[in-house]
Nanobody, 130 residues
């Protein structure tokens, strides 16, 4: 059974940092596109960051550029999201996601689309107080 499990969320103050790991099991995602999305109650899930299957390219929502960094450790089958200079508007449940098709390349627009991703974690809550 394929699973993606996020962790590392919590309550922090504005300006603090957090690093979210997403551990995959059941299959390797070392050659798959992976991404992070976030969602607040009553709102749709939105794109945060994505990394190409090779790890060579990364993509970010404008709201997090320069503050968040996505990375992967294929040996550990784990995706990360380093979040710096957190703001109250970053408060959300954060989800990691993986493309079930290995070695696929997409346009930059597609990396931010929910439909590209076949596997999703259960989410981890990040709350940023002002």
């Amino acid at each position: 059974q394929v699973r993606l499990v996020e962790s590392g969320g919590g309550l922090v103050q504005a300006g603090d940092s957090l690093k979210l790991p997403c551990a995959a099991s059941g299959r390797s995602f070392g050659d798959s596109v992976m991404g992070w999305f976030r969602q607040t109650p009553g709102k749709r899930r939105t794109f945060v960051a994505a990394i190409s299957w090779s790890g060579e390219y990364t993509y970010y929502a404008d709201s997090v550029k320069g503050r968040f960094t996505i990375s992967r450790d294929n040996a550990k089958n784990t995706l990360y999201l380093q979040m710096n200079n957190l703001k109250p508007e970053d408060t959300a449940t954060y989800y990691c996601a993986a493309d079930g098709n290995p070695r696929r390349t997409y346009t930059e627009f597609n990396y931010g689309q929910l439909g590209l991703y076949d596997y999703w974690g259960q989410g981890t809550q990040v709350t940023v107080s002002s």
